[in-house]
């Protein structure tokens, strides 16, 4: 009984580590695909920071 319960206990951790892989995985693919749109979005939000903080 013991043993089936370790084996269970590791064999979910496993499951972890291989859902956090899959999840940055396709984090990192969004981040390639809209990469372009990414820098644009960026650089929009900090022209518009300046712009305020000039205003100030």
């Known amino acids: 009984m013991m043993g089936s319960l370790k084996r269970f206990i590791r064999e ?3 499951i ?3 859902e956090m892989i899959l999840i940055l995985v396709v984090l990192i693919g969004l981040v390639l ?3 372009s749109q990414l820098t644009d979005l960026v ?3 900090f022209k518009t920071i ?3 903080a000039k205003q100030v």
């Open 12 to 14: 979910e951790d496993g």
């Open 16 to 18: 972890g580590t291989v």
């Open 33 to 35: 695909i809209f990469k």
């Open 43 to 45: 650089e929009s939000i």
């Open 50 to 52: 300046n712009n305020k």
